[in-house]
Protein backbone atom coordinates (compact mmCIF):
# COMPACT_ATOMS: atom_id res chain seq x y z
CA UNK A 1 0.00 0.00 0.00
CA UNK A 2 1.30 2.98 -1.03
CA UNK A 3 1.91 5.97 1.55
CA UNK A 4 2.40 9.94 0.74
CA UNK A 5 5.55 11.69 1.83
CA UNK A 6 5.56 13.33 5.52
CA UNK A 7 6.35 16.72 3.86
CA UNK A 8 6.28 17.94 7.48
CA UNK A 9 8.48 15.37 8.92
CA UNK A 10 11.01 15.58 5.69
CA UNK A 11 11.20 19.53 5.95
CA UNK A 12 12.13 19.47 10.09
CA UNK A 13 15.03 16.98 9.53
CA UNK A 14 16.52 18.86 6.48
CA UNK A 15 16.63 21.99 8.94
CA UNK A 16 17.72 20.02 11.88
CA UNK A 17 20.51 18.70 9.85
CA UNK A 18 21.29 22.17 8.15
CA UNK A 19 21.68 23.71 11.95
CA UNK A 20 24.23 20.87 12.92
CA UNK A 21 25.96 21.83 9.37
CA UNK A 22 26.34 25.80 10.47
CA UNK A 23 27.34 24.81 14.78
CA UNK A 24 29.76 22.41 13.05
CA UNK A 25 31.17 25.54 10.66
CA UNK A 26 30.75 27.87 13.51
CA UNK A 27 33.29 25.40 15.51
CA UNK A 28 36.09 25.42 12.90
CA UNK A 29 35.39 28.90 12.23
CA UNK A 30 35.73 29.59 15.70
CA UNK A 31 39.02 27.39 16.26
CA UNK A 32 40.82 29.05 13.68
CA UNK A 33 43.85 30.43 15.56
CA UNK A 34 43.80 34.39 15.07
CA UNK A 35 40.33 34.75 13.64
CA UNK A 36 37.56 37.53 14.33
CA UNK A 37 34.95 35.14 16.24
CA UNK A 38 38.28 33.41 17.88
CA UNK A 39 38.85 35.73 19.48
CA UNK A 40 35.66 37.01 20.59
CA UNK A 41 34.99 33.56 21.93
CA UNK A 42 37.91 33.58 23.85
CA UNK A 43 37.11 37.27 24.59
CA UNK A 44 34.04 36.13 26.42
CA UNK A 45 34.67 33.28 28.20
CA UNK A 46 37.50 35.16 29.59
CA UNK A 47 35.10 37.57 30.77
CA UNK A 48 33.47 34.90 32.50
CA UNK A 49 35.93 33.62 33.91
CA UNK A 50 37.04 36.65 35.20
CA UNK A 51 33.42 37.61 36.82
CA UNK A 52 33.19 34.31 38.59
CA UNK A 53 36.50 34.88 40.31
CA UNK A 54 34.97 38.30 41.47
CA UNK A 55 31.55 36.78 42.35
CA UNK A 56 34.11 34.26 44.47
CA UNK A 57 36.57 36.88 45.82
CA UNK A 58 34.25 39.76 46.44
CA UNK A 59 33.28 38.70 49.97
CA UNK A 60 37.12 38.68 50.88
CA UNK A 61 37.94 42.01 48.88
CA UNK A 62 35.31 43.90 51.10
CA UNK A 63 37.01 41.97 54.01
CA UNK A 64 40.58 43.24 53.29
CA UNK A 65 40.44 46.34 51.85
CA UNK A 66 40.37 49.57 53.40
CA UNK A 67 37.69 52.26 53.39
CA UNK A 68 37.99 55.61 52.20
CA UNK A 69 34.87 56.58 53.89
CA UNK A 70 34.15 57.32 57.30
CA UNK A 71 30.17 56.02 57.40
CA UNK A 72 29.18 52.58 57.79
CA UNK A 73 28.24 50.23 55.10
CA UNK A 74 30.42 47.71 53.33
CA UNK A 75 32.36 48.75 50.06
CA UNK A 76 31.25 49.45 47.01
CA UNK A 77 33.87 50.05 44.81
CA UNK A 78 37.60 48.60 45.65
CA UNK A 79 40.81 50.34 44.05
CA UNK A 80 43.73 48.35 43.51
CA UNK A 81 46.16 51.05 44.28
CA UNK A 82 50.10 51.75 44.52
CA UNK A 83 51.32 54.57 46.47
CA UNK A 84 54.67 55.68 43.87
CA UNK A 85 52.15 55.16 40.82
CA UNK A 86 51.31 58.30 38.84
CA UNK A 87 48.15 57.60 37.53
CA UNK A 88 46.87 56.37 41.05
CA UNK A 89 48.33 60.26 42.62
CA UNK A 90 46.67 61.73 39.43
CA UNK A 91 43.01 59.95 40.23
CA UNK A 92 43.10 60.91 43.80
CA UNK A 93 40.95 63.60 43.95
CA UNK A 94 38.35 61.68 41.09
CA UNK A 95 38.22 58.90 43.69
CA UNK A 96 37.80 61.91 46.66
CA UNK A 97 34.99 63.39 44.82
CA UNK A 98 33.43 60.25 44.42
CA UNK A 99 33.24 59.80 48.07
CA UNK A 100 32.13 63.02 48.67
CA UNK A 101 29.28 62.07 46.69
CA UNK A 102 28.33 59.01 48.43
CA UNK A 103 30.15 56.03 46.87
CA UNK A 104 31.85 54.05 49.26
CA UNK A 105 35.31 53.16 48.10
CA UNK A 106 38.04 51.12 49.96
CA UNK A 107 41.49 50.43 48.76
CA UNK A 108 43.83 47.21 48.51
CA UNK A 109 47.45 47.80 48.44
CA UNK A 110 49.13 46.68 45.23
CA UNK A 111 52.91 48.34 44.94
CA UNK A 112 54.26 47.27 41.80
CA UNK A 113 57.69 45.95 41.47
CA UNK A 114 59.02 48.95 39.61
CA UNK A 115 58.30 51.71 42.66
CA UNK A 116 60.55 50.87 45.38
CA UNK A 117 59.11 52.85 47.80
CA UNK A 118 55.01 51.75 46.84
CA UNK A 119 55.57 48.83 49.34
CA UNK A 120 57.14 50.51 52.33
CA UNK A 121 54.29 53.18 51.84
CA UNK A 122 51.69 50.89 51.72
CA UNK A 123 53.14 48.89 54.67
CA UNK A 124 52.93 52.04 56.84
CA UNK A 125 49.18 53.01 55.42
CA UNK A 126 48.04 49.16 56.24
CA UNK A 127 50.01 50.32 60.26
CA UNK A 128 48.37 53.58 59.91
CA UNK A 129 44.86 51.81 59.88
CA UNK A 130 45.16 49.76 63.23
CA UNK A 131 45.33 53.32 64.74
CA UNK A 132 42.28 54.47 63.03
CA UNK A 133 44.04 56.72 61.10
CA UNK A 134 44.33 55.08 57.44
CA UNK A 135 42.66 58.10 55.40
CA UNK A 136 44.57 60.70 57.16
CA UNK A 137 47.67 58.96 56.08
CA UNK A 138 46.46 57.22 52.68
CA UNK A 139 45.70 61.54 51.86
CA UNK A 140 49.56 62.58 53.17
CA UNK A 141 50.86 59.52 50.92
CA UNK A 142 48.84 60.31 47.67
CA UNK A 143 49.11 64.29 47.68
CA UNK A 144 52.79 64.76 49.07
CA UNK A 145 55.93 63.49 47.25
CA UNK A 146 58.88 64.09 49.62
CA UNK A 147 58.62 61.14 51.08
CA UNK A 148 59.39 59.02 47.84
CA UNK A 149 62.51 60.88 48.09
CA UNK A 150 63.09 59.84 51.85
CA UNK A 151 66.06 56.84 52.78
CA UNK A 152 63.56 55.88 55.87
CA UNK A 153 62.80 52.67 55.84
CA UNK A 154 59.04 53.59 57.52
CA UNK A 155 56.88 56.22 55.86
CA UNK A 156 55.90 58.21 58.58
CA UNK A 157 53.85 61.70 58.44
CA UNK A 158 55.68 64.36 60.67
CA UNK A 159 51.96 65.73 61.92
CA UNK A 160 51.14 62.34 63.78
CA UNK A 161 52.54 61.98 67.89
CA UNK A 162 54.69 60.53 69.25
CA UNK A 163 52.79 57.63 70.25
CA UNK A 164 51.40 56.90 66.61
CA UNK A 165 54.94 57.22 65.58
CA UNK A 166 55.83 54.43 68.20
CA UNK A 167 53.02 51.83 66.88
CA UNK A 168 54.07 52.02 63.41
CA UNK A 169 57.65 51.58 64.17
CA UNK A 170 56.26 48.23 66.13
CA UNK A 171 53.86 47.60 63.02
CA UNK A 172 55.69 47.34 60.30
CA UNK A 173 57.57 44.99 61.44
CA UNK A 174 55.14 42.43 62.16
CA UNK A 175 54.45 38.87 60.79
CA UNK A 176 50.78 39.69 61.18
CA UNK A 177 50.83 43.09 57.96
CA UNK A 178 53.31 41.07 55.95
CA UNK A 179 50.69 37.91 55.59
CA UNK A 180 47.65 41.09 55.37
CA UNK A 181 49.88 42.10 52.36
CA UNK A 182 51.11 39.39 50.89
CA UNK A 183 46.80 38.75 51.19
CA UNK A 184 45.95 41.71 49.02
CA UNK A 185 48.75 40.96 46.45
CA UNK A 186 47.37 37.62 46.37
CA UNK A 187 43.98 38.75 45.54
CA UNK A 188 45.41 40.66 42.88
CA UNK A 189 47.18 37.92 40.91
CA UNK A 190 43.83 35.97 41.08
CA UNK A 191 41.84 38.81 39.39
CA UNK A 192 44.56 39.02 37.05
CA UNK A 193 45.09 42.49 37.80
CA UNK A 194 48.70 43.71 37.13
CA UNK A 195 48.08 47.68 36.98
CA UNK A 196 47.09 50.34 39.16
CA UNK A 197 44.44 51.87 39.20
CA UNK A 198 42.67 49.20 38.76
CA UNK A 199 38.64 49.15 39.78
CA UNK A 200 36.81 45.84 40.99
CA UNK A 201 32.80 45.76 42.28
CA UNK A 202 30.52 42.84 42.36
CA UNK A 203 30.21 43.11 38.24
CA UNK A 204 33.41 42.92 37.56
CA UNK A 205 36.97 44.63 37.25
CA UNK A 206 37.08 48.45 35.17
CA UNK A 207 40.58 49.34 34.37
CA UNK A 208 39.74 52.24 32.19
CA UNK A 209 40.96 55.96 33.87
CA UNK A 210 38.54 57.20 35.88
CA UNK A 211 35.92 59.48 35.84
CA UNK A 212 33.22 60.46 38.63
CA UNK A 213 30.65 59.09 35.95
CA UNK A 214 32.50 56.09 35.56
CA UNK A 215 32.86 55.34 38.83
CA UNK A 216 29.02 55.79 40.34
CA UNK A 217 27.77 54.04 36.96
CA UNK A 218 30.22 51.00 37.55
CA UNK A 219 29.81 50.65 41.50
CA UNK A 220 25.91 51.01 40.88
CA UNK A 221 25.19 49.07 37.90
CA UNK A 222 24.18 45.46 38.18
Known sequence: ????????????????????????????VASVPGGALNTEVH?????????????????????????????RGSPELIEFSDYQCP???QDQPTVDSAVAHGLRIAVVQLPLPMHPRAEP???TAMCAAVGGQFIAVHQFLMRTSQWIKSSEA??????????ARARFAACDTTAAIKR??????????????????????????????????NLLEFAQSK
Open 1 to 28: MGMRPRIGAWHFSFVDAATVVVLALAVV
Open 43 to 71: TWLAKRRLAATVRREWPVLQRVALPLYER
Open 87 to 89: FCR
Open 121 to 123: AAV
Open 154 to 163: TIIPDRLDTR
Open 180 to 213: RLNQQLALADSLGIAATPTFVSARGVMAVRPTLA
